[in-house]
């Protein structure tokens, strides 16, 4: 008999080993769709890394493709009822199966100090704190892929001059190229979310060092958003911009008008400004 749904758990999956339920609490939606799970496992280039960690694998509908690959898997789940299944579907000697959460686990306890991919059908719920993590981490990471809500992939994915354009689309592709792979309707999942989800690819740019001072560039770009519909030079007064920068045209601008490479340049200016009036 299935188990009743209570406000955490609002679906299940049956399987021949039981029944994982799709936990609300978690952000679960079980992919069960083979074709686009083995898609998403494509999407991994393998260039230059052997090691893959895969976030949230659930009942493994994407691993079972991972580990056909010549790599090293590391499958990642808090849900303890996921890892159990996992171990008894899934042995596999290139795959290591860890119960953990990945927002507070330390990347640096994964594959030695070797490089490795992220891929997953993430969480809604966390899907931007794992691109931030990664970013964090990103000296070792060349390349993620995988699926989010499609507001969220498109998101990452924006050019300047669209009102999507924001932190999360600048800070990801100062370092990444970022790629819009394709869209997964709600019903190959279990239970179907309320809206499309979106498969991306972001792939680590050959030099990934910024000009400016990393924190500072973090700095100007989460301020000047915080108020984007205001001009640069009214959103960054907080960093005590002198009368002569605040003439430059580019403090004339909205944020979302700005590209990477003009955010860099803007953040440079900021630095020697800084500079200036100090002496």
Known sequence: MAQKNTKKDY????????????????????????IIAERIGD???????????????????????????????IAMDLDSESIKYLKGNYPNENLEILEADFLKYDLSQIFGKEQF???????YNISTQIVFKMLENKERIPEFTGMFQKEVAQRICEKEGSKAYGILSLLTQAFYEAEYLF????????P??????????LKRKADYSIPCDEKFFFRVVKTAF?????????????????????????????????SVSEFIALTQKLENDT?????
């Open 11 to 34: 679906n299940s999956s049956k399987s021949n080993n039981g029944e994982i339920r799709a936990k609300k609490h978690l952000g679960q939606h079980f992919l069960k769709d083979e």
């Open 43 to 73: 999407t991994l280039s393998l260039d230059g890394y052997t090691n893959v960690l895969e976030i949230g694998p659930g009942m493994g509908v994407l691993t079972k493709y991972l580990i056909k690959k010549e790599v090293n898997v």
């Open 117 to 123: 991919a992220i891929t997953g059908n993430f969480p």
């Open 183 to 190: 869209t997964v309707p709600p019903a190959v999942f279990n």
């Open 192 to 201: 179907p979310p309320k809206v499309d989800s979106g498969v991306i690819r």
């Open 226 to 258: 915080q108020q984007r519909r205001k001009t640069l030079r009214n959103s960054l007064k907080s960093f005590g911009l002198s009368n002569s920068i605040k003439e430059d045209i580019i403090f004339g601008k909205r944020p979302e008008q700005l």
């Open 275 to 279: 500079i200036s009036t100090d002496q």
